[in-house]
């Protein structure tokens, strides 16, 4: 009673135990599923991204800018020098990118050029005289701010350029060009000059743009969609249309811009990926998290589950132990109670009977042959489960074995009452362990007498089947539920009928019957009806006995 109630109050702090290790995991998830909630309400995903989308433009930036000043600093070094203005037309028409150069070197003192190359435009004569028309009208005024600027760019920087941006009407739609400013060569602190010349539109667009955008490409093919592809574009401040795209770029608008803040002021750089948007790529993020939080919360509660059924599968085979130990006391107490009480009655000389006598020393036989066979039991199974149990197999006439095996049990089934039949054939001689096969007959002719109420009838059957031999023992006892067919071939196991429970027992005996019939590569087969009785059927084969 004592190990029952222990068994059972382990229950309570294997539960808490499991708590312990579930509650901070659910926690952990339950956390994780409200910091996701949040990351989506405040759109965090994002935010991250733009930020990182920004750093992308800003090296962007500065790599264009870069490009560019390498570009106007090339061709400044070869524009003529400040008493050289006749070969402006030659320096244009090296450098057809150029619509416009000029040289200012005093008050009054202008040479602007246009490209010899498209003087035969009309349009672009208007054009030409237009913006002649807007230098002389600032240069004197700001040639010499700009001047000063330009030495205090070199004097900071290294760099001999200053480059913004310059408009001109074609049409309807002002367009946007590059004007670079310079000091020319032979210009000293007395003879004051300034250079500059202007990158068209149309270079701009389609040349050098195109080529600074793609450079900032990662190297990916168009068909690798392991990674998003990136896509760069240009616009103008006062139109959304793009001035220029880089490859990849799938129109639509950008998903994060940043204005040129040298260079090219006026224009803004976007970026965006190709057939998705941050939205998507955050969404994407929040909804495999999501999963993943998902998936964890059913292994956790399947591994809740599983350890639940192992501790209470533990906790069942630590009852049965318990009252296996209970059942083996008692079985072990109540044999040994008679053969002390019988033998100290004939000790004592209180039996003057000799028939009287002789009875008394049959009982002392038969229940030390009781306990003998359970001990036997219970050191069998142990071999058992140690893995340390030796069969000893010999060629083996099983018909004599049954019979003998029977016979030394027939007193006791008679003894209770029982309408004993047997029906045992001549069968081939097989290899088989005497002993282990004698106990295994008797464990099963043992619980047909015990658990046998009202009809006490038991048949005992030997019979060849197809490539074995079959030993049936068949009884009308209070039968098995097709539940626990399978169940009582366990050790420990007994069926829950209150018979089972008010007759003593180890628990051990169908399970050694199992074991021993599997070692001799037969098997063991039940089939029972609840009050109708039970046959148990060991087949033994013949195949492979060489």
Not at 125 to 137: G, K, L, N, R, T
Not at 211 to 234: C, R, Y
Not at 310 to 327: I, M
Request: glycine share 6%; hydrophobic share 40%.
């Amino acid at each position: 009673m004592e190990l029952h109630f222990r068994d059972w109050s382990e229950r309570p702090r294997t539960i808490v135990l499991m708590l312990a290790v579930i509650l901070p995991a659910a926690a952990l998830i339950l956390f994780g599923v409200i910091h996701l909630r949040s990351i989506q309400r405040d759109k965090a995903i994002e935010a991250a991204i733009e930020r990182e989308y920004q750093q992308v433009l800003a090296i962007a930036e500065k790599q264009i800018d870069q490009r560019a000043y390498d570009m106007a600093e090339e061709a400044a070094a070869k524009f003529p020098g400040a008493n050289n203005s006749e070969d402006i037309d030659s320096f244009l028409t090296a450098h057809p990118e150029m619509p416009y150069a000029f040289l200012w070197t005093g008050k009054g003192s202008l040479e602007f050029r246009s490209q010899p190359g498209r003087m035969h435009d009309r349009q672009f004569c208007a054009e030409s005289q237009a913006v002649s028309s807007d230098f002389m009208s600032w240069m004197d005024i700001e040639a010499p701010t700009y001047i000063a600027r330009l030495k205090k760019i070199e004097a900071h920087t290294g760099r001999h350029v200053y480059m913004t941006d310059h408009s001109v009407t074609r049409g309807d739609k002002m367009q946007y060009q590059s004007l670079v400013l310079f000091l020319p060569r032979s210009t000293g602190p007395d003879d004051p000059a300034l250079a500059g010349f202007i990158y068209d539109t149309d270079y701009l667009k389609n040349t050098f743009f195109p080529q600074a955008l793609n450079d900032l490409l990662p190297e990916q093919s168009e068909g690798d969609t392991s990674h998003p592809q990136k896509g760069f574009m240009v616009h103008t401040e006062k139109d959304d249309y793009p001035f220029a795209t880089s490859a990849y770029w799938d129109g639509g608008t950008p998903e994060v811009e940043r204005p040129f803040e040298n260079v090219f002021p006026g224009l803004i750089l976007g970026i965006k990926l190709r057939g998705t948007t941050i939205a998507d790529i955050s969404a994407h993020w929040i909804r495999t998290n999501f999963l993943i939080l998902a998936a964890l919360s059913l292994l956790m509660g399947a591994g809740m589950v599983l350890t639940y059924r192992n501790v209470a599968r533990e906790l069942a085979l630590a009852k049965l132990k318990s009252d296996f130990v209970s059942n083996v006391s008692h079985e072990l107490r109540t044999p040994l109670a008679l053969i002390r009480l019988y033998a100290e009655t004939l000790e004592l000389g209180r039996i003057s009977n000799t028939g009287k006598q002789q009875e008394y020393y049959e009982i002392i036989r038969k229940e030390s042959e009781r306990l003998t066979s359970l001990i036997n039991n219970i050191l069998d199974f142990s071999r058992i489960e140690s893995g340390k149990k030796e069969y000893t197999f010999r060629e083996t006439n099983v018909a004599d074995l049954v019979r003998t095996t029977l016979e030394s049990y027939r007193f006791e089934i008679e003894q209770n009452g029982f309408q004993f039949e047997q029906k045992i054939d001549d069968v081939p001689l097989l290899y088989v362990d005497r002993e282990a096969i004698a106990r295994s007959l008797l464990n099963l002719v043992n619980n047909a007498v015990k658990y046998s109420a009202n009809e006490k009838y038991l048949l005992v059957r030997l019979y060849r089947h197809n490539d074995g031999v079959n030993l049936e023992v068949v009884d009308h006892g209070i039968g098995i539920p097709a539940k626990d067919h399978l169940k009582i071939f366990e050790k420990f196991y007994r069926v829950g009928d209150p018979l089972v429970h008010n007759t003593k027992g180890s628990g051990l005996g169908l399970s050694l019957v199992g074991h021993i019939v599997k070692a001799h590569g037969g098997e063991v087969a039940v089939e029972s009806v609840p009050g109708k009785g039970s046959k148990f059927t060991i087949t033994l084969p013949l195949v492979g006995q060489e």
